[in-house]
C-alpha cells in the first residue's frame, strides 16, 4: 500500500479536489491511503472563531462558522451538481451542529482550554475528509477511532498501540481497487477526546500510518515539486533536489525550511519507508524522494535560514581550565527553560545562539553570577547542508570566499557533520543564502 498525502491548498476548493480523486484513482492499484488536511485557511478560521467565542462574541463566532459550512457545502455541490447525497448532507449537517455546539459552549464559559481548542480544529479535516470520501467514492475512517494519542492537547504524541490499531481497523479496508480516506492532524486518546498534533500535523500523521502500515512510499502531495535547494523568494536559481536524506532533510527543516514537518521525517526513517514531496498540479513534473542515505555525491544539498537567533557570549576568566564550566553554564539554560541551537566554545568564552524571542533577563542575570555576558539580538543562522560535506575538502574556503564582504559573527560545524551554521546580521542573510547558492550549487559544486 502507498499513503498519499495532501494539504490544504490540494483541497482547497473543487477542482483541486477533482485533481486529488484523480491522482487517487490513478493510484488505485497500489491500495492508496488518502490522508487530507483542511481545506486551505479552514484551520485558521476554526482558532479565529474559537478565539471570538473565548472573547464572548459568539456572533463573530458563528459568523465565521456560517461561512466555513457554506464554503463547504458550495465545494460539495461543485463536485456533485446532479446532488449532494442525503448522506454527505447529513454528515455536514451534524459536523454544523457540533462545531455550533462548541462555539456556544466556548462562549458561555468564556474559556477556551486546549482540550476545547483540538474538538473545534478537528472539524476542518472531517469537514474535507467527508466531502472528498462522497466525491471519490472513497471508503471514510474516522482517524480518532485509529490515532490514539496522549492527552497533551494541542501537541498530542501517538500511543504505542498504533501499528496493533491499523492492523486492525485500517489494513482490512485497503486493497487495490480501493481508495480509503482518512484525516491528518487528529486522534483522540483511550477515552474518546479529540486531540491534535499540532498545527502542520498532516504530514505526521501520513508518516505515522504509513510507517505503522509497512507503506511502501508516503507521498506528501503540496504545491511545490518537491523540496527546492533554497527558497525560491529568495534564490532564483533554486532547483528541486531528487534526492535527499533523511538526516539532511531533518536539519533543513530544523533551519527553517517549509517544506516537512520535522518530526514527520522520524517514524519513515525508522522503517527505511521513502517519502516523496510531489506537486498536486504538476504530478508528472520533478519532485523530491528522501530516503534513509542519499547515493549522490554532491557535497552541498540546499540551505536554509532562520532567524532573528541572539548570540550570547558567555565568558569567565576562570574558565580557563576550569571543568564543571559548560555543565555549569547549562544548567543555568535547563533551568530557565531556554534551548541553545548552536554552539561554539573557545578558550575563555562560549558562544550560543538562541530564538530571538527567548526571554533573556533572568537568565542572563544568572548567568552574570559567574561569568561576564555579552548579547547581540537581531542575527540569523544560515544553513549550508549536505551528507557529504565532512568528505569534501575546500567547503569552507568557498563559503567564506563568498561571504567575503558579509560580516560572519559565529560559524559551527553540527556533530553530525552534515550541517555548516553561520551567523550573520539578520539584514544580510538574504544576501548570504543568495551567495552561497551560487558559490556552493550554482556553481557546479553540487
Ligand atoms: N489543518 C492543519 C493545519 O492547518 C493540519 C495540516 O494542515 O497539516 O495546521
Ligand atoms: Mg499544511
Redesign the pocket.
Known amino acids: 500500500m502507498i499513503v498519499m498525502k495532501f494539504?490544504?491548498t490540494s483541497v482547497q476548493d473543487a477542482s483541486a479536489m477533482r485533481e486529488v480523486a484523480a491522482l487517487a484513482r490513478a493510484a488505485a492499484d497500489r491500495a492508496p491511503l488518502i490522508v487530507l488536511?483542511a481545506t486551505a485557511r479552514t484551520t485558521d478560521a476554526l482558532f479565529e472563531a474559537a478565539t471570538r467565542a473565548e472573547q464572548g462574541d459568539l456572533a463573530g463566532a458563528l459568523e465565521l462558522h456560517a461561512a466555513l459550512l457554506d464554503r463547504h457545502r458550495g465545494i460539495a455541490q461543485d463536485l456533485l451538481p446532479a446532488g449532494v447525497p442525503a448522506s454527505l448532507q447529513a454528515a455536514l449537517d451534524d459536523l454544523g451542529r457540533e462545531l455550533d455546539l462548541l462555539l456556544r459552549g466556548v462562549a458561555l464559559l468564556r474559556e477556551l482550554s486546549p482540550r476545547s481548542m483540538d474538538a473545534i480544529a478537528s472539524l476542518g479535516e472531517r469537514l474535507s475528509t467527508r466531502i472528498f470520501a462522497a466525491f471519490a467514492g472513497a471508503a471514510w475512517v474516522d482517524a480518532r477511532t485509529v490515532l490514539h494519542t496522549d492527552a497533551v492537547f494541542g501537541c498530542a504524541r501517538p500511543l504505542p498501540d498504533l501499528e496493533a490499531r491499523c492492523a486492525e481497523l485500517l489494513a482490512p479496508q485497503l486493497g487495490p481497487g480501493r481508495i480509503v480516506v482518512t484525516q491528518g492532524y487528529i486522534g483522540a486518546t483511550p477515552q474518546g477526546l479529540t486531540t491534535t498534533l499540532g498545527r502542520?500535523g498532516?504530514?505526521f500523521s501520513a508518516a505515522l500510518f504509513g510507517a505503522a502500515l509497512g507503506a511502501e512510499d508516503i507521498q506528501i502531495w503540496t504545491d511545490v515539486e518537491g523540496v527546492l535547494t533554497a527558497d525560491p523568494r529568495i534564490v532564483t536559481a533554486a532547483q528541486p533536489i531528487a534526492e535527499l536524506g533523511f538526516a539532511e532533510a531533518a536539519e533543513l527543516a530544523a533551519f527553517g525550511a517549509k517544506v516537512l514537518h520535522p518530526a514527520t521525517i522520524q517514524p519513515a526513517v525508522e522503517k527505511g519507508i521513502p517519502v516523496t514531496v510531489r506537486h498536486a498540479r504538476r504530478p508528472q513534473g520533478r519532485f523530491t524522494t528522501i530516503t534513509a542515505e542519499v547515493r549522490t555525491g554532491r557535497p552541498v544539498t540546499a540551505l536554509a535560514h532562520r532567524g532573528p537567533v541572539s548570540v550570547l557570549t558567555v565568558a569567565s576568566a576562570r574558565m580557563l581550565n576550569q571543568s564543571g564550566f559548560l555543565a555549569k553554564l547549562f544548567d543555568v539554560f535547563a533551568r530557565h527553560k531556554v534551548s541553545v541551537d548552536l554552539i561554539s566554545t573557545a578558550e575563555v568564552s562560549v558562544s550560543l545562539t538562541v530564538e530571538g524571542d527567548a526571554p533573556l533577563g533572568p537568565l542572563v542575570a544568572d548567568l552574570e553570577t559567574f561569568a561576564t555576558v555579552g548579547i547581540a539580538t537581531g542575527r540569523a543562522i544560515v544553513a549550508v547542508v549536505g551528507e557529504r560535506l565532512k568528505h569534501t575538502a575546500g567547503i569552507t574556503g568557498l563559503a567564506f570566499g563568498a561571504l567575503r564582504d558579509v560580516n560572519v559573527e559565529m560559524i559551527s560545524m553540527g556533530a553530525n557533520e552534515i550541517n555548516l551554521s553561520i551567523v550573520v546580521r539578520q539584514e544580510d542573510a538574504k544576501e548570504a543564502v543568495k551567495r552561497l547558492h551560487g558559490a556552493l550549487i550554482e556553481g557546479g559544486l553540487a
Do not use: Q
Request: hydrophobic fraction near 0%.
Open positions: 494539504g490544504g488536511s502542520g498532516s504530514d
